[in-house]
């Protein structure tokens, strides 16, 4: 019997295995542990070298600075330097494709929106929340502005005269015309006021159409049409405003200017209008005596927003008028005056706010007429003209809207009524030396 080997190292060779001191391995399987360990140690110098790469970056390039929290393209931080917080923000009103918007307003707690398909879309002021959209015309017709009578919205719709409820947006009357309207339609009671391009002002039945009175004038009536207890005040082409009853066709007085006008605006006993001879008249509106004028240094193409201390006019591409509405002297009273100012937004007590041609809400003091501080406002070129309360309403065209409140609302006492010097308006309280 042979002698067993007894060196430790000892290899027999069998079926193509290694044997370690009795340990049994596969050679393919050691070749697959070594190529195992060769991938991990690339891997890891791999990964080595690019956390390496990753930290010399690092220290090299410049700093991640993160824009600020920002509404509308507005930094979050200035609405809070100019006191102003977001009321609620659409970033596109669901509109028919293609379609744009035309025309905002704001009226008892509901921002109403216009399309130039003539779809009117209703949202309430203080959520935005979608109430009712409704169609007041076929998408090509002419909108006039609108007018209010109780709960109905009033437009003149191409030829027709369109009511519609504002609580739901139901059309509830609509009366055809057998002339083309050139002014808005006011309703009072049973009776629709409006003009005419045939140089006619009617007073119109509002269940037929029927004309209860109807005047001539010298030119086409403009603009918008607004009434005061039993008077009817309008403006015609020529420059002129009318003052008529309105049971009857029968002048009360009249007030011609040296310039154009688009309309005229009542509100208690005064009556503004502004004209293209660069003055801003304020009337007594039931005698037409001229309570003061003043000349704005430019032609006045739009109305004034009033509020109860003070009448903001534009002065057209050129500036915001802030007016007293009953200074102490007949040539009127400038509290300031803004700088490519185009329109009031809203008033906070003693703080108005205007947005300016350059796109720029400016927030002003009343009391100092200085500006307190003022931010761009992108691409939001529509607003409202609020003389309600505080809230500021933007849109875009696209159908982007932006609602703002103040973080603190003032209260302002109503001014008592200022004896003003009266004078006699031109050619008033004389109709029948030019009565139509």
Same mark, same amino acid.
């Given at each position: 019997?042979?002698?067993?080997?007894?060196?430790?190292?000892?290899?027999? =060779?069998?079926?193509?295995?290694?044997?370690?001191?009795?340990?049994?391995?596969?050679?393919?399987?050691?070749?697959?542990?070594?190529?195992?360990?060769?991938?991990?140690?690339?891997?890891?110098?791999?990964?080595?070298?690019?956390?390496?790469?990753?930290?010399?970056?690092?220290?090299?390039?410049?700093?991640?600075?993160?824009?600020?929290?920002? &509404?509308?393209?507005?930094?979050?931080? !200035?609405?809070?330097?100019?006191?102003?917080?977001?009321?609620?923000?659409?970033?596109?009103?669901?509109?028919?494709?293609? =379609?744009?918007?035309?025309?905002?307003?704001?009226?008892?707690?509901?921002?109403? &929106?216009?399309?130039?398909?003539?779809? @009117?879309?209703?949202?309430?002021?203080?959520?935005?929340?979608?109430?009712?959209?409704?169609? !007041?015309?076929?998408? *090509?017709?002419?909108?006039?502005?609108?007018?209010?009578?109780?709960?109905?919205?009033?437009? &003149?719709?191409?030829?027709?005269?369109?009511?519609?409820?504002?609580?739901?947006?139901?059309?509830?009357?609509?009366?055809?015309?057998?002339?083309?309207?050139?002014?808005?339609?006011?309703?009072?009671?049973?009776? @629709?006021?409006?003009?005419?391009?045939?140089?006619? +002002?009617?007073?119109?039945?509002?269940?037929?159409?029927?004309?209860?009175?109807?005047?001539?004038?010298? %030119?086409?009536?403009? $603009?918008?049409?607004?009434?005061?207890?039993?008077?009817?005040?309008?403006?015609?082409?020529?420059?002129?405003?009318? %003052?008529?009853?309105?049971?009857?066709?029968?002048?009360?007085?009249?007030?011609?200017?040296?310039?154009?006008?688009?309309?005229?605006?009542?509100?208690?006993?005064?009556?503004?209008?502004?004209?293209?001879?660069?003055? @801003?008249?304020?009337?007594?509106?039931?005698?037409?005596?001229?309570?003061?004028?003043?000349?704005? $240094?430019?032609?006045?193409?739009?109305?004034?927003?009033?509020?109860?201390? +003070?009448?903001?006019?534009?002065?057209?591409? %050129?500036?915001?008028?802030? *007016?007293?509405?009953?200074?102490?002297?007949?040539? $009127?009273?400038?509290?300031?005056?803004?700088?490519?100012?185009?329109?009031?937004?809203?008033?906070?007590?003693?703080?108005?706010?205007?947005?300016?041609?350059?796109?720029? !809400?400016?927030?002003?003091?009343?009391?100092?007429?200085?500006?307190? !501080?003022?931010?761009? &406002?992108?691409?939001?070129? @529509?607003?409202?003209?609020?003389?309600?309360?505080?809230?500021?309403?933007?849109?875009?065209?696209? $159908?982007?809207?932006?609602?703002?409140?103040?973080?603190?609302?003032?209260?302002?006492?109503?001014?008592?009524?200022?004896?003003?010097?009266?004078?006699?308006?031109?050619?008033?309280?004389?109709?029948?030396?030019?009565?139509?």
């Amino acid at each position: 019997m042979p002698r067993p080997l007894t060196s430790s190292k000892t290899i027999i =060779a069998f079926r193509q295995y290694k044997y370690y001191s009795g340990t049994r391995t596969p050679l393919s399987h050691r070749r697959m542990l070594h190529r195992l360990a060769h991938t991990v140690f690339l891997t890891m110098l791999v990964l080595l070298a690019g956390s390496c790469l990753r930290q010399k970056s690092s220290q090299t390039s410049a700093p991640v600075v993160e824009s600020p929290p920002h &509404v509308a393209g507005i930094p979050l931080t !200035i609405l809070e330097k100019a006191d102003l917080r977001t009321l609620w923000y659409i970033s596109r009103l669901p509109m028919e494709t293609g =379609a744009q918007v035309k025309q905002i307003f704001y009226h008892n707690s509901t921002f109403y &929106v216009l399309d130039n398909r003539n779809q @009117l879309h209703a949202l309430d002021a203080n959520e935005g929340i979608l109430k009712w959209v409704q169609s !007041i015309g076929a998408p *090509l017709l002419n909108c006039s502005q609108r007018e209010f009578y109780q709960d109905l919205l009033v437009f &003149v719709v191409g030829k027709s005269v369109v009511e519609i409820k504002q609580s739901d947006g139901t059309i509830v009357h609509t009366l055809n015309l057998k002339f083309t309207p050139t002014t808005t339609a006011l309703r009072l009671d049973n009776t @629709l006021f409006l003009g005419g391009d045939n140089r006619r +002002f009617y007073a119109l039945r509002r269940s037929d159409g029927i004309p209860m009175w109807q005047s001539v004038q010298p %030119a086409d009536p403009v $603009g918008p049409v607004a009434s005061l207890q039993n008077y009817v005040y309008f403006t015609c082409a020529d420059g002129t405003l009318y %003052a008529s009853e309105t049971q009857q066709r029968k002048l009360v007085w009249q007030a011609p200017t040296a310039g154009k006008v688009t309309g005229v605006v009542l509100d208690e006993d005064q009556c503004f209008l502004p004209s293209t001879d660069t003055a @801003l008249y304020c009337f007594r509106a039931q005698t037409g005596d001229l309570m003061w004028k003043y000349y704005a $240094g430019g032609p006045l193409f739009d109305l004034p927003t009033l509020t109860d201390r +003070f009448a903001y006019q534009p002065v057209k591409q %050129a500036s915001l008028l802030c *007016l007293d509405r009953r200074p102490a002297r007949s040539q $009127g009273a400038l509290k300031w005056q803004l700088k490519n100012g185009s329109c009031l937004l809203a008033e906070n007590g003693p703080i108005s706010y205007a947005m300016t041609l350059d796109n720029e !809400i400016t927030l002003m003091d009343n009391n100092t007429g200085k500006r307190l !501080i003022s931010f761009y &406002v992108p691409d939001l070129d @529509l607003c409202v003209r609020n003389d309600q309360d505080a809230l500021i309403f933007l849109a875009s065209r696209n $159908g982007s809207i932006l609602a703002l409140k103040p973080t603190r609302i003032y209260t302002t006492p109503k001014p008592p009524d200022a004896a003003a010097p009266a004078e006699t308006a031109p050619a008033a309280n004389n109709p029948a030396k030019t009565a139509p």
